[in-house]
C-alpha cells in the first residue's frame, strides 16, 4: 500500500491537476466510482487506478474489473488519495486515462444536430453542455482550441460519465467545421438577443448546427457571420442573459422535442402549450 506522499507516483498524479501536466503526460484523471464505472463500460484504456482498502472492500468487482483494464493498480492511504484528488472529499477512487479520442464525431457533413462551442471557458458550462448533449441526443459536438481543456477534472465530474459516450473534438479550425456542415445544406443557429424569431419558431427537423460562444463575450463576429438564423431566448423585464449550459439545454430539447414522431407527422414544428389556468 502507497502510504508516502513524497511517492514518485503521487507526485505524477498531482501534475494531472494542471492542463501542462495532462498535455505533457497525455493522461487526465477520472475521480470517482462513477466516472471509473464508465470508463469501464465503454472500454476507455486506463493507465493508472488508485484505492483505499474500505473502496476495495465495498466495490470488490469494480476493483477486480479495474485490475484487468487498468496498467497499474495501487492501493493507497486516504491521505495519499486526498493529495491526488482534485475534490475536498473523494470517495475512494481515482484513475488516470490516456488521452485518446475513440469518440471522434462523425464527419460534420453526416450529422444531424450538433453543437459548435468556441471559447467556453468554464469547465462546469462545458461539462454541463456534454451532459446535456448526451442525453438529447446531439451527435456531435465540436469544442474551440481556445476552450477550457475537454478533459479538465471538473468537466469530467459535470458530465456525471457522459463525457464516454458523445462524440466530441477539439477544432482548431471552428469555422471550417461550421462550413463543412453548411457545403450539404445544413442550416447553422446561433443565439442573439436582438433576433426576431425566437428558439421555439425555428424549425429544427432539418439538420441543424447550433452555436454558442464564450460566456461573456459570445460568438467572434468570424462565427456568428456563418450562422443561417439567429434566435432569441425570451427574457424576463431586467433579465440580461442566460447561462450557456442553460441557453444549450433549452435549444438541444426544443429541436428533440420537434423530432419526436408525434410533432413531425405533425408537419410542423408547434409553439410550446400554454399554461393551463387553475380550475
Not at 63 to 73: K, N, S
Amino acid at each position: 500500500m502507497l502510504t508516502s506522499l513524497q511517492n514518485p507516483l503521487v507526485k505524477q498524479l498531482r501534475k494531472l491537476h494542471q492542463a501542462r501536466g495532462r498535455r505533457e503526460q497525455q493522461q487526465f484523471l477520472l475521480e470517482g466510482t462513477h466516472l471509473l464505472q464508465e470508463a469501464l463500460a465503454v472500454g476507455y484504456p486506463l493507465a493508472v487506478v488508485c484505492c483505499t482498502e474500505t473502496w476495495r472492500s465495498r466495490y470488490p468487482d469494480l476493483f477486480a474489473a479495474a485490475g484487468q483494464r487498468a496498467e497499474r493498480l495501487e492501493l493507497v492511504s486516504e491521505a495519499v488519495l486526498a493529495a491526488i484528488a482534485t475534490t475536498v472529499n473523494p470517495d475512494g477512487v481515482i484513475a488516470t486515462a490516456f488521452r485518446v479520442a475513440p469518440r471522434q464525431p462523425n464527419d460534420p457533413r453526416q450529422v444531424s444536430l450538433g453543437l459548435a462551442l468556441e471559447t467556453v471557458q468554464d469547465p462546469g458550462n462545458l461539462g454541463t453542455m456534454i451532459r446535456t448533449a448526451a442525453a438529447a441526443g446531439v451527435e456531435g459536438l465540436w469544442l474551440s482550441a481556445d476552450s477550457v481543456d475537454l478533459d479538465h477534472p471538473k468537466v469530467l465530474r459535470a458530465t456525471a460519465g457522459q463525457w464516454f459516450r458523445l462524440p466530441m473534438a477539439v477544432a482548431d479550425d471552428l469555422i471550417n467545421v461550421v462550413q463543412q456542415f453548411r457545403s450539404v445544406g445544413g442550416q447553422v443557429v446561433s443565439t442573439l438577443p436582438s433576433a426576431t424569431q425566437t428558439y421555439w419558431e425555428t424549425d429544427f427537423t432539418r439538420p441543424t448546427l447550433i452555436l454558442l460562444g464564450n460566456e461573456g463575450a459570445g460568438l467572434s463576429p468570424g462565427l456568428a457571420a456563418l450562422a443561417d438564423s439567429a434566435v432569441r431566448i425570451p427574457l424576463a423585464a431586467g433579465v440580461e442573459s442566460l447561462n450557456v449550459a442553460i441557453a444549450a439545454a433549452l435549444l438541444v430539447y426544443e429541436a428533440r422535442r420537434q423530432r419526436t414522431p408525434a410533432t413531425m407527422a405533425a408537419g410542423s414544428a408547434p409553439s410550446p402549450p400554454m399554461p393551463r389556468a387553475p380550475e
